[in-house]
């Protein structure tokens, strides 16, 4: 005898069982498919910036202060983006976004020296930054609870599949045009995919209900959970950032390897994380999240000192492989905050979250550049303790029953 379940489902279309399965709802998937076109662009010269830096000019402490700026802007404009999120809606806020990046972007292109790339990144990180909150808000006004891990799985799918592609693309572009060039000619694409994503974004419809606090509120409001959730992610991410910007700076420079060979690495760390994201999410809502989450914290501090012990390409892959398996927590670890955040409050909680985290994160960078001075293996092995730390600190302080 036929099943009635089994007989309607299937009628149903294909796509439309594999969109319900991904919770791929119309708003979540344009806002994952902007995420991915201006991935896309960005990585096509992103990963390669401090190298730009360095032909442009700059010493190692100011790629360091480089990598510092880079996460105080991380940090100051999630609450911004996330009030005009909140306040003028998700599809006039990522316009606004999308036209203050494109402003940074031009910036780069034309800089005539390295100062002036300071200047774009406080432009060009609108999108990276502001938009955050707003996409958050997306997957959880438009998601129920039990769908969201899976929207941001797909949608951290679609924002590093193009780490995997695009790098490669820019290696090559620099292995053939220099470093300079190179990245010159990713940025011209970068604006020509900008006027796609535009398009694109004019199709977000969301109604948004907010209230009307000011920042102690959205503060007062956060689970203490979340709170001690926000304190094992600062710790975690000084881990990462006191290395981000100096491990191409190590793999190139120390361990002699060329860009486009790095931007295999890369490629390699993406298609890991990819690969893991859809299963560890399946298993995560059937046997909770926490485990999942210490395991990303675990690969956050084995990071760097496994690409400082490496001593051939085969265990650089296998460093960059667990690199890619930071990401195997992270659906389930914003799920959790969103999930946290009031309904009328929740774009701007994000933004909180994130400025907090990222203003505690801000220094490790510059301090990661001077460490360097002493021996470029110094900021690894000490950003590998504190990511231990932070490790520690969750597993003992966030309850089950909340990471679940």
């Known amino acids: ?24 709802e119309r708003n979540v998937s344009i806002a994952s498919a902007s995420v991915f076109l201006l ?11 401090p190298k730009y830096l360095e032909a442009l000019g700059a010493s190692t402490p100011v790629i ?9 802007l991380d940090a100051v404009y999630q609450y911004p ?32 020296s390295w100062p002036f790339v300071f200047l774009g990144l406080a432009l060009a990180m609108a999108w990276q930054s502001m938009a955050s909150p707003a996409i ?36 090559a572009l620099i292995a053939e045009f220099g470093i300079v060039r190179g990245i010159h000619l990713g940025l011209v694409v970068t604006l020509l995919i ?19 606090t ?60 990819i690969l893991v994201y859809v299963p560890a999410g399946r298993v995560a809502d059937r046997v909770g999240r926490k485990p999942f989450v210490i395991l990303t914290f675990v ?14 390409y085969a265990l650089l892959i296998a460093a960059f492989v667990i690199g890619g398996l930071r990401e195997i927590g992270e659906p389930a670890r914003k799920a959790m905050i969103v999930d946290f955040a009031r309904a009328d409050l929740r774009a701007r909680s994000v933004g909180l979250y994130y400025l907090i985290r990222g203003l505690s994160i801000t220094p490790a960078a510059v301090i990661g550049g001077f460490l360097w001075k002493i021996t470029p293996e110094v900021p690894f092995m000490i950003a590998a303790a504190i990511g231990m730390l932070g490790t520690l600190i969750f597993a003992l302080t966030v309850e089950e029953r909340f990471a679940s």
């Not at 360091?64 to 105080?72: D, S």
């Not at 000192?305 to 490496?310: H, K």
């Open 299 to 312: 690969c956050f501090a084995l990071f760097p000192i496994t690409v400082v012990a490496a001593r051939s």
């Open 39 to 49: 991935g896309l662009g960005e990585e096509l010269w992103k990963k390669f910036l």
């Open 214 to 273: 000011n920042i102690r509120g959205v503060w007062r409001s956060f689970h203490g959970a979340m709170k001690r959730l926000l304190i094992s992610d600062v710790i975690i991410r000084m881990c990462e950032s006191m290395t981000g910007v100096l491990t191409i700076l190590y793999v190139t420079n120390v361990h002699g390897l060329s860009a486009a060979r790095y931007g295999t690495l890369i490629a390699i760390q993406m298609t890991t994380s």
């Open 136 to 171: 958050f808000a997306i997957i959880a006004d438009s998601l129920p609870q039990e769908r969201r891990a899976m929207g941001f799985t797909v949608q951290s799918i679609l924002k590093r599949v193009p780490i995997v592609i695009a790098p490669l693309i820019g290696g």
């Open 81 to 112: 983006g996330g009030w005009i999120a909140d306040r003028l809606g998700r599809r006039r806020a990522f316009l606004i976004f999308i036209l203050l990046a494109t402003a940074g972007y031009l910036i780069y292109l034309f800089s005539p």
């Open 1 to 24: 005898m036929i099943n009635q379940n089994d007989l309607e489902q299937t009628k149903t279309p294909w796509r439309a069982r594999v969109a319900d399965y991904l919770s791929l």
């Open 194 to 212: 900008v006027a796609l994503t535009l398009v694109l974004v004019h199709r977000i419809n969301i109604e948004v209900k907010v209230a009307a």
């Open 64 to 72: 360091g202060l480089f990598g510092a700026a880079e996460n105080f």
